[in-house]
């Protein structure tokens, strides 16, 4: 029974000899180092909070983080909206009339995009566009904090062609299709009138 | 005058014990606390306070609606009134009760009775439950503080707390033994106080600082506010300044039993340091400023041990607390009260 009560107070004083040290440990701020620092784990004492946003952890280049799309070198293929598994990119494409021009790495383009949007906030960050994508036009970044207040501001809208332009290509395009039917058309009656 | 005095000082009081005690905490658990609000987060404790002043007032449909507005005020008040009795200097207590100690020691049980009002008129079962387990751990434990102050009120024969205060000091009009031998009224100081007066009051001060833990339910005795399991306790059901009263009287009882502890057992407003020779330390720091400082600096520190003991040690279960109580803190509070008797009639 004494024993008990003696082995009380030895282990209360024990845990109180850890806090206190805890608490005075704690004049020592968190050293930020980047995790590419060979001493990443060497601190261990000491306040752990890192303050963000007023101090940041140092993110590699390399960091796989939100998406960048390089809108002069794409081709419009929708190879990234296709395998997405999230569903957050969405591209609408539109036929051109002749080459528009080629891509950084030589590619002709052919389409339009009126569209590319990808949803920032749908987006699980598996980096699969960025492995079909032909040209590589799309890649990950190392920003991480883009916080909105508004949700709709969370899809990023890549395609720099305004609606005008779009409407202006589409009814190119209409134009050209309704010529090369009215051609169609003339050259069957032609060779029907021929066989006739 | 005197009493809007002490009600701004528990005010005070409550909003720096918020924010210590959060601070406390952080550094302890390695982290850092509130930083934002004010330089260091000082603010954050006012942040609070004005937050809760502006939360509704909800009665739940199903509650008693008189129990349950009453139980708060009742809580608080019979706390606030606990201060009534307290020496703050020499000369400085707003009402010097002969029957200072019993008063005080009445008038706290009286939480008792709010706390089992909020409990049951919350007619929630988590808040009943823990208003019971409350009710029995507060009857409990006041044996043991109560027998713990009763051999401490043995040595200096008043019930009075200046007298008591006083009579651990170079102001005392009797003789003041060390360890019972040795006369230090002359040199004063820490040798003067009341557990080195009386060595086994060391005993009894540690049976009534582990009791008045317990009164005021606080960890590791915080089973009816258990946060994590009966979620809030008996205060569940309450939100905004009804919360802030029952908070209030939370951190003003730490507040009250520390200064408690500390005049009946460590001084009061005496001053720890001794005449020695003719550098009459004892004489330069006892005072009106003085006591007050003197008697701030050994509340608050009574206060930070136990927001620390708070943090470190897990919570009890209701048994091992029941067991604690009647198997092991009343028989050693009785034991030191019959050390107490045998020390007066032998020694003094």
Request: aromatic residues 12%; neutral net charge.
């Amino acid at each position: 029974m004494i024993r008990k009560v003696f082995n009380v107070f030895i282990t209360v004083f024990k845990g109180l000899k850890l806090t206190l040290g805890h608490f005075f440990a704690a004049t020592e701020s968190r050293k930020v180092k980047a995790i590419s620092d060979p001493n990443y784990f060497a601190q261990n004492s000491g306040i752990t909070t890192i303050q963000y946003p007023h101090v940041k952890l140092p993110v590699p280049e390399v960091g796989r983080y939100q998406l960048d799309v390089e809108m002069d070198d794409c081709i419009v293929c929708d190879l990234c909206a296709k395998i997405c598994p999230v569903d957050c990119i969405d591209i609408e494409s539109i036929k051109s009339i002749e080459a528009i021009g080629k891509t950084s790495d030589g590619t002709t383009k052919r389409l339009y995009a009126a569209k590319f949007d990808i949803d920032m906030a749908k987006c699980m960050y598996c980096g699969l566009c960025t492995v079909v994508c032909p040209t590589e036009c799309i890649v990950m970044t190392d920003t991480y904090d883009r916080s909105m207040i508004d949700l709709n501001e969370m899809t990023y809208k890549f395609s720099d062609m305004t609606a005008a332009e779009a409407d202006e290509k589409r009814f190119a395009l209409e134009q050209l299709n309704a010529e090369r039917f009215a051609a169609k058309q003339l050259a069957l009656q032609q060779n029907t009138g021929n066989q006739i | 005058m005197v009493a809007s005095v002490l009600f701004a000082f528990t005010a005070l009081f409550t909003l720096f014990a918020l924010y210590s005690e959060r601070k406390i905490s952080a550094f302890i658990q390695d982290r850092l606390g509130p930083m934002e609000n004010g330089k260091y987060g000082s603010l954050q404790a006012f942040a609070d306070i004005l937050k809760m002043l502006q939360k509704e007032f909800i009665i739940p449909t199903a509650a008693d609606k008189i129990l349950f507005i009453l139980a708060p005020i009742i809580i608080f008040v019979s706390v606030y009134l606990g201060f009534a009795a307290l020496p703050w200097a020499p000369g400085l207590i707003p009402a010097s009760l002969n029957l200072g100690v019993f008063y005080i020691f009445a008038i706290l049980s009286i939480e008792t009775l709010g706390i089992l009002m909020a409990g049951w008129g919350s007619n929630n079962k988590y808040a009943l439950l823990g208003s019971m387990r409350s009710v029995a751990q507060m009857v409990s434990y006041e044996i043991p503080a109560g027998i713990s102050l009763l051999s401490v009120v043995m040595i200096p024969q008043s019930l009075n707390l200046q007298e008591i205060t006083i009579r651990q000091g170079i102001l005392s009009s009797e003789a003041v033994n060390f360890l019972g031998i040795w006369d230090v009224k002359a040199i004063g100081g820490i040798l003067s106080w009341n557990v080195f007066q009386a060595p086994h009051l060391i005993i009894a001060y540690i049976i009534y600082f582990i009791a008045s833990l317990a009164e005021c339910n606080r960890a590791p005795f915080d089973i009816p506010e258990a946060e994590s399991e009966l979620i809030g306790g008996f205060h569940v059901e309450y939100s905004g300044l009804r919360f802030a009263f029952i908070f209030l009287a939370e951190y003003s009882m730490m507040f009250l039993v520390g200064m408690i502890g500390v005049v009946l057992f460590l001084g009061g407003w005496n001053s720890p340091l001794p005449n020695i020779g003719s550098v009459s330390l004892a004489y330069w720091t006892t005072g009106i400023g003085w006591g007050i400082f003197w008697i701030l600096l050994k509340t608050l520190s009574v206060v930070a041990i136990q927001i620390w003991i708070r943090w470190t040690l897990p919570r009890f279960r209701v048994d091992q607390l029941m067991s604690l109580c009647w198997k092991v803190l009343t028989p050693l509070a009785f034991l030191c009260m019959l050390i107490s008797g045998v020390w007066r009639l032998t020694m003094m």
